[in-house]
């Protein structure tokens, strides 16, 4: 099944922060990165201030993980680039997030995984690489649609 997945980084070296990631999830049995846009940055969002702005990338991948096993294994790579999620603030700085945004068709929202991503049709660090990878892409889903017309709604 294809997948979505988006990374982020907003301390220490960023840009390795994320080529560490991508190699971490590439090696995994059942997952193979396809394609990974270009990286963007991106100033924070959310309720912490003061903090570095981030280098996003979104990935294409193809896996035989469900869910919830995709989601397992986004939260080994992360603690293995550096992100401790028992300190983590949400919003807050970090080496690496790796977020589930889509895995086909799925729409679930059960045991802390919602699918798609319930923020992903709001964010331009998002939609505009996986656009760049994919310009026919659609976010599933009764609040999804075509990426490109997502993106056009809330890109500035």
Same mark, same amino acid.
């Given at each position: 099944?294809?997948?979505?997945?988006?990374?982020?980084?907003?301390?220490?070296?960023?840009?390795?922060?994320l080529?560490? !990631?991508?190699?971490?999830?590439?090696?995994?049995?059942?997952?193979?990165?396809?394609?990974?846009?270009?990286?963007?940055?991106?100033?924070?969002? *959310?309720?912490?201030p003061?903090?570095?702005?981030?280098?996003?990338?979104?990935?294409?991948?193809?896996?035989?993980?469900?869910?919830?096993?995709?989601?397992? !294994?986004?939260?080994?790579?992360?603690?293995?680039? *550096?992100?401790?999620?028992?300190?983590?603030?949400?919003? *807050?700085?970090?080496?690496?997030?790796?977020?589930?945004?889509?895995? *086909?068709?799925?729409?679930?929202?059960?045991?802390?995984?919602?699918?798609?991503?319930?923020?992903?049709?709001?964010?331009?660090?998002?939609l505009?690489?996986?656009?760049?990878?994919?310009?026919?892409?659609?976010?599933?889903?009764?609040?999804?649609?075509?990426?490109?017309?997502?993106?056009?709604?809330?890109?500035?």
């Amino acid at each position: 099944m294809r997948g979505v997945l988006a990374l982020g980084a907003n301390t220490g070296d960023r840009a390795a922060n994320l080529h560490a !990631a991508l190699a971490a999830l590439d090696a995994l049995d059942g997952l193979d990165v396809e394609a990974v846009s270009s990286f963007v940055e991106t100033a924070p969002v *959310g309720a912490v201030p003061d903090q570095p702005d981030f280098l996003n990338a979104v990935a294409l991948v193809r896996t035989t993980l469900d869910p919830h096993a995709l989601l397992r !294994a986004c939260h080994a790579v992360e603690a293995a680039v *550096g992100l401790d999620r028992a300190s983590k603030v949400p919003d *807050g700085p970090r080496p690496i997030d790796v977020d589930v945004v889509t895995l *086909g068709d799925v729409v679930l929202d059960e045991d802390g995984l919602v699918l798609p991503h319930p923020r992903a049709r709001e964010r331009a660090f998002v939609l505009g690489p996986w656009l760049e990878l994919d310009p026919d892409a659609e976010l599933p889903g009764p609040r999804g649609g075509r990426v490109a017309d997502l993106l056009a709604r809330v890109a500035p």
